[in-house]
Nanobody, 124 residues
Framework: QVQLVESGGGLVQAGDSLRLSCTAF????????MSWFRQAPGEERKFVAG????????LYADDVKGRFAISRDNAKNTAFLQMNSLKPEDTAVYYC?????????????????WGQGTQVTVSS
């Protein structure tokens, strides 16, 4: 079992940056693939970025490549999502998710654990 707590969301202007954090409470954080999903109003949850257990493999959705960067600090049981050059279309609730696996996958149904979500709003 692992509990995920996100932080770092907020209201920013287009072009600004935000850094989301996800702290995991439980055992063996380093055994989990960590990812971020987002959900805009009226839309399904979509994969944003994922990172494998030791950080040597990352995966990004096409619409965030080059702007977002996922990372993790296993010593602090924390994953991060650095979001640069934010656009109004990045506005959504962002969820931190975990999967007990060595690979990064992009399907929401694949993930075992979800945080409560943090709101990111980008104004134009």
């Amino acid at each position: 079992q692992v509990q995920l707590v996100e932080s770092g969301g907020g209201l920013v202007q287009a072009g600004d940056s935000l850094r989301l954090s996800c702290t995991a409470f439980g055992r063996s954080f380093s055994s989990y693939t960590m990812s971020w999903f987002r959900q805009a109003p009226g839309e399904e949850r979509k994969f944003v970025a994922g990172i494998n257990w030791n950080g040597d493999t990352t995966l990004y959705a096409d619409d965030v490549k080059g702007r977002f960067a996922i990372s993790r600090d296993n010593a602090k049981n924390t994953a991060f999502l650095q979001m640069n050059s934010l656009k109004p279309e990045d506005t959504a609730v962002y969820y931190c998710v975990a999967l007990l696996s060595t690979v990064v996958v992009g399907g929401a149904d694949d993930y075992d654990y979800w945080g409560q979500g943090t709101q990111v709003t980008v104004s134009s």
